[in-house]
């Protein structure tokens, strides 16, 4: 009934979209320790985000994504950075909500839109572009990435130089979603630069953005594969001093981060190249669980034992020596 109801629905999604932008730009957004901190963000907001999935689930794309379109088109350039913001956050929930059938064929215009959003002078607009290209990346997964590489990835790129942390930490995140694919060619061309950037954000003194940059070179290897052999001896080496050099001890969860990059890039590149490096990412890997095991804090550990079964994997027989030595934990996490 609802359907055929199209002023009603236009109506709702005004509205909806209107409580969407009801966000405040508090102070504490900008300096908070987590890109997914919602700071400024009103019970308004929170319920528009929450509906405007059901609503577009409900009624489907054929007849809410027309609509919708024309109800955010004057959001997207609009003077309030507020607008600005609700756009690309609407086009997210809205995107969850229909189908990948209906909607994959009508994003050329709302893609430009977002890839605009992240050159906005306004960080919270880039936030939430970034944010918004996380969910196309995974909702709409691999066929996204295959339409939109060209435009995509160097945008996220030019990203990744923005000033704000959290800007930065969500660019390197979003780039992390829209990584994972089963088909790598894609990344090749743009391998050089994103590798190049993101070592330059593990340096950053922003844990965020760290572990974020951390994450994504992670995922980049893992879909590289073969083709990330090329960046081996640059990327390996700066790990390495990276967890000589950096206070980890605060941090353990930086620290296992680090180490499941370094056993992602050593899969990557196979056996032969990563034997000589594999035996001291154990030891800092045996530390660790220890560290951990002493702390009583055990969040860590996913990452690490992770890192454990992809060097097993890549090692094979060669893994064989440490196995008496992760198995305590392994036992332990079981318990």
């Given at each position: 009934?609802?359907?055929?109801?199209?002023?009603?629905?236009?109506?709702?999604?005004?509205?909806?979209?209107?409580?969407?932008?009801?966000?405040?730009?508090?102070?504490?957004?900008?300096?908070?320790?987590?890109?997914?901190?919602?700071?400024?963000?009103?019970?308004?907001?929170?319920?528009?985000?929450?509906?405007?999935?059901?609503?577009?689930?409900?009624?489907?794309?054929?007849?809410?994504?027309?609509?919708a379109k024309e109800q955010l088109s004057s959001y997207w350039d609009a003077?309030?950075?507020?607008?600005?913001?609700?756009?690309?956050?609407?086009?997210?929930?809205?995107?969850?909500?229909?189908?990948?059938?209906?909607?994959?064929?009508?994003?050329?215009?709302?893609?430009?839109?977002?890839?605009?959003?992240?050159?906005?002078?306004?960080?919270?607009?880039?936030?939430?572009?970034?944010?918004?290209?996380?969910?196309?990346?995974?909702?709409?997964?691999?066929?996204?990435q295959e339409q939109y590489h060209n435009q995509v990835v160097p945008a996220?790129?030019?990203?990744?130089?923005?000033?704000?942390?959290?800007?930065?930490?969500?660019?390197?995140?979003?780039?992390?979603?829209?990584?994972?694919?089963?088909?790598?060619?894609?990344?090749?061309?743009?391998?050089?630069?994103?590798v190049n950037k993101l070592l330059v954000l593990v340096q950053n003194g922003?844990?965020?953005?760290?572990?974020?940059?951390?994450?994504?070179?992670?995922?980049?290897?893992?879909?590289?594969?073969?083709?990330?052999?090329?960046?081996?001896?640059?990327?390996?080496?700066?790990?390495?001093?990276?967890?000589?050099?950096?206070?980890?001890?605060?941090?353990?969860?930086?620290?296992?981060?680090?180490?499941?990059?370094?056993?992602?890039?050593?899969?990557?590149?196979?056996?032969?190249?990563?034997?000589?490096?594999?035996?001291?990412?154990?030891?800092?890997?045996?530390?660790?669980?220890?560290?951990?095991?002493?702390?009583?804090?055990?969040?860590?550990?996913?990452?690490?034992?992770?890192?454990?079964?992809?060097?097993?994997?890549?090692?094979?027989?060669?893994?064989?020596?440490?196995?008496?030595?992760?198995?305590?934990?392994?036992?332990?996490?079981?318990?």
């Open positions: 009934m609802m359907k055929r109801l199209l002023s009603f629905i236009s109506r709702c999604l005004m509205v909806l979209v209107n409580l969407l932008a009801d966000t405040n730009d508090d102070p504490g957004w900008h300096s908070a320790e987590t890109k997914y901190d919602s700071t400024g963000t009103t019970s308004n907001h929170s319920f528009s985000v929450h509906f405007l999935e059901r609503f577009s689930r409900a009624l489907g794309g054929k007849s809410f994504v027309p609509i003077p309030e950075w507020e607008k600005r913001h609700a756009a690309p956050f609407a086009l997210a929930q809205i995107a969850k909500g229909c189908s990948k059938q209906v909607m994959i064929k009508d994003l050329e215009q709302p893609v430009k839109k977002v890839l605009n959003c992240l050159q906005d002078p306004h960080p919270r607009v880039r936030w939430a572009a970034c944010c918004a290209i996380d969910r196309l990346s995974t909702v709409y997964h691999p066929d996204f996220l790129a030019a990203t990744m130089d923005h000033v704000h942390p959290r800007v930065q930490a969500s660019a390197a995140g979003a780039l992390s979603f829209f990584c994972v694919s089963n088909k790598s060619d894609f990344l090749i061309p743009y391998l050089d630069g994103i922003k844990q965020m953005v760290q572990q974020e940059a951390l994450y994504a070179l992670s995922r980049i290897t893992e879909s590289a594969k073969e083709y990330f052999r090329t960046y081996y001896d640059t990327v390996m080496p700066q790990l390495k001093a990276f967890l000589r050099n950096a206070d980890l001890t605060s941090d353990l969860i930086l620290r296992a981060r680090a180490i499941e990059c370094m056993s992602c890039v050593g899969s990557a590149v196979g056996r032969e190249k990563f034997r000589e490096d594999a035996e001291q990412v154990i030891k800092v890997i045996m530390l660790s669980l220890q560290g951990i095991q002493t702390k009583g804090d055990d969040s860590p550990t996913e990452y690490l034992l992770r890192a454990c079964a992809a060097i097993c994997d890549c090692l094979g027989q060669d893994f064989l020596p440490y196995i008496h030595k992760v198995m305590p934990f392994y036992s332990m996490c079981s318990t």
